[in-house]
């Protein structure tokens, strides 16, 4: 078969891609799926697993074709992938369509913990769960929202306090 036409990819949330392609324009006999190949070609993480690394999915064509196609992809964020579409006959593997993305980088922990009022004085306790997606390089800013700020505190930078959607009328601190 001819390589996939139309190939688009564009990531839609938190490492979750959107993946859409035409059906070939010739296919020189009944197709059967379409193999789906992500490939990571660089990453920002930490840890990555060799598990990680290359994954395939095949999608079945069930029934009558379909002019468009298209499936989610569930990829790590910091991450360059090359993703690969390709159609396959009966007993052929056809042409295939390659493109690249690079997913933004996000952050996920363990769980989400809330903070809790100490009763020996005017203290807040808070507890840092296990990131699981840590990048290289990265940088975690603890904020406070209200007053009074601590002796050792520091203010937040505006890009900070606008990238967190603090209103401009209360007092942040780190």
């Known amino acids: 078969p001819d390589k996939p036409r139309n190939v688009f990819i564009q990531e839609a ?7 859409q392609w035409d059906h070939p324009w010739k296919t020189g006999g009944p197709m059967k799926k379409f ?8 990453s920002n993480l930490r840890n990555l697993s060799e598990s990680d690394k290359i994954l395939e999915t095949e ?6 074709y379909k002019k468009h196609y298209g499936t989610l992809l569930y990829l790590l964020p910091s991450t360059s992938y090359s993703i690969q579409v390709q159609g396959m006959g009966r007993s052929l593997a ?18 989400v913990g809330d903070p809790v009022v100490s009763d ?24 406070v929202i209200g007053t009074p700020p601590c002796v050792e505190s520091s203010p937040i930078s505006a890009s900070l306090a606008k990238s967190i959607g603090l209103e401009s009328y209360k007092t942040a601190w780190r």
Do not use: C, M, Y
């Not at 999608?59 to 009558?64: D, E, K, M, P, V």
């Open 94 to 111: 056809g042409a295939i369509e390659t493109k690249t993305i690079t997913t933004k980088s996000s952050i996920a922990f363990d769980f």
């Open 13 to 19: 949330q938190n490492g979750v891609v959107d993946l």
């Open 59 to 64: 999608i079945a064509i069930n029934g009558a």
């Open 35 to 42: 193999r789906i190949r992500r490939e990571i070609k660089s």
């Open 120 to 143: 020996k004085g005017p203290q807040i306790d808070i507890v840092l769960p296990k990131i699981l997606n840590e990048t290289k390089n990265s940088i975690i800013h603890i904020i």
